[in-house]
């Protein structure tokens, strides 16, 4: 006979996503039947602000049903940026690389408050943010502009101050991917990264932010899906998994007694290896309180299955179970109340949701951000009406898995326009061949200025073909780094190079405007560039 009660006790320990704007029927019965602890909201389920706030008030409907004593936990990844997750009607604020560059701990406090405050009208109680990866390594694939920067010290303050402010706006916070992704220059969504730096590196770096901000009051860590030899000494175990990690580092080592959260599960770091649902009993006996399974209704419920095996055979030991129970129910005591829910019938988004205040915050902190790195007496330029420009850019704007290609549609083109209006576009894909750069150059020269954004270029990209050749023209150009600030260390020698760490169009606007001297801008680059200038 199965135990219900040892059933919704590993229930608990599951956060589970689905592919719908509206909720499930299988979601509502593991609800009912499971009592699972979470729900990760992703793109597919996030429509206009009234269709989050319904979505997000059926789930806890139906939690409320099911007699929990105490609200679900409803995340997303809204680290701003490259990576977000709401959309239409909902605020876009700077990303942490962004703030960075602003170089001011009181931005990254207001843009977290704010954000909080949006997610929390929504409906959203749990933001898995701030990632406190120190990108010391140009080749990351997956962290890049995600990070706030190079330096600890500084991804330490940034990172704890947006800390601060989700949780002044009552949402609780997530310190990600422990104990660090930074260094690496594999994807755990697509392999698994091996870091093999020394415990005494790792604490100067890598686990500095992590130290100070759990000193600082964290609500929740993340676990990388990334092998440490110098931690973990069996081959291939990845953070996730291991009980050094989890249990020896971060709760007795560095004393967090928080909950402590896996990544996907449903990564191939994890699932090409042990697999998704060995994965979750074997992060539960490392120490993890929560399994994060974002995708697959099968996987998810023969992870809690295996979970229960595991305790009936004696493989995990019951209080394991017990004890993640008791840290959630905390956190929720701390941050959830069924008084806070309304769960009338009627939709109403709180005004909070992209006013204009927080439109304004967002404006001003992208000023502050978006950094001239390279001009050599070009800017501002001055125009007259009647002189042309040509804006020249790739036409996706994703490379990561962790990005939403809802917001994949570049507008550099619009942003340029808003300032001239005599501009026009060429977009060109990933497979551009040497014929289509000598046409982009023939035309070219029938403009008066020519605006260059790129997105994350690598060693052989024909967008150094591109600007090479209009080097060799000597025609007037800027180049807008889109995303990495890396792009430059690929590139000759250019006029103008300005980087704005993310394509959103409220920061391309503003590098617009500072292109033609509309806009003041005064950030400075958080990571080290090696530019052939």
């Known amino acids: 006979m199965v135990d219900s009660g040892l059933k ?36 597919r389920n996030i429509g206009t602000p009234e269709e989050i706030l319904a979505l997000t008030t059926d789930l806890q409907s139906e939690a409320k049903k099911a007699e929990y004593e105490h609200p679900l936990l409803i995340c997303v990844d809204q680290e701003n940026g490259v990576v977000r997750r709401l959309g239409e009607g909902a605020t876009i604020f700077p990303g942490a690389m962004t703030l960075g560059a602003s170089g001011n701990p009181e931005n990254a406090y207001q843009i977290g408050l704010a954000t909080g405050k949006e997610l929390k009208a929504l409906g959203i109680n749990w933001n898995l943010a701030p990632v406190l990866d120190v990108n010391n390594n140009p080749d990351n ?65 890598e686990l500095l932010p992590f130290k100070k901000n759990i000193e600082a009051g964290a609500d929740t860590v993340m676990t990388a899906h990334v092998y440490f030899p110098s931690i973990e000494t069996t081959p291939g175990i990845p953070a996730t998994r291991s009980k050094k990690v989890i249990t020896g580092l971060l709760r007795e080592e560095l004393g967090f007694n928080g909950v402590v959260t896996t990544d996907c599960m449903e990564m191939n770091a994890i699932a090409n290896g042990v697999g ?64 806070e829910i ?26 502050q951000s978006v950094t001239i790195v390279v001009n050599d007496n070009v800017l501002p330029v001055s125009l007259n009406e009647n002189q042309r420009v040509l804006v ?37 894909s990933k497979a551009i061949t040497d014929n289509e750069i000598t046409s982009i150059l023939d035309k070219a020269q029938q403009y008066d200025f020519i605006i260059v954004g790129t997105l994350t270029i690598m060693n052989g990209s024909k967008q150094i073909s591109l600007i090479e050749g209009l ?29 704005t760490y993310e ?30 200038k």
């Open 276 to 339: 998704t649902e060995r994965g979750g009993v074997e992060a539960v006996k490392s120490g993890v309180d929560l399994v994060m399974i974002s995708h697959t209704p099968s996987k998810q419920i023969n992870t809690i299955k295996e979970i229960e095996h595991a305790v009936n055979s004696g493989e995990i030991d019951e209080e394991l179970i017990n004890q993640s129970n008791q840290r959630i129910a905390a956190l929720k005591e701390k941050y959830l109340s069924w008084d």
């Open 471 to 499: 080097n060799k023209l000597n025609l007037p150009y800027a180049v807008i780094a889109m995303r990495s600030p890396y792009d430059l260390n690929f590139l000759p020698r250019v006029p103008v190079y300005i980087s």
């Open 141 to 205: 694939p997956v962290i890049g502009v995600r990070s706030f920067g190079e330096s600890a010290e500084m991804v330490a303050k940034l990172g704890g101050e947006m800390m601060k402010g989700m949780q002044d706006a009552g949402v609780i916070t997530t310190l990600k991917h422990f104990p660090g992704h930074g260094d690496t220059n594999v994807d755990s969504h697509l392999d698994l990264p091996i870091i093999t730096h020394s415990k005494e590196r790792l604490d100067k770096i």
């Open 392 to 428: 020249v850019c790739p036409d996706n704007g994703t490379t990561m898995q962790v990005e939403d290609k809802r917001y994949a549609t570049l507008s550099l083109d619009e942003a340029i326009k808003y300032y001239h209006k005599k501009t026009d576009v060429y977009y060109f």
């Open 8 to 43: 919704k006790k590993i229930g608990r320990l599951l956060v589970i996503g689905f592919p719908d704007k509206q909720v499930p029927d299988y979601v509502r019965e593991m609800i009912h039947n499971y009592h699972i602890g979470g729900i990760i909201l992703f793109g």
């Open 342 to 367: 309304s769960l009338n019938k009627e939709i109403v988004v709180p005004s909070i949701v992209g006013n204009k205040q927080h439109e304004e915050l967002a404006h001003e902190v992208y000023k």
């Open 503 to 532: 394509f959103t169009f409220p920061v391309l606007k503003v590098a617009a405007g500072a292109i033609f001297g509309k806009e003041d801008v005064s950030g400075k680059l958080p990571v080290t560039l090696t530019s052939k």
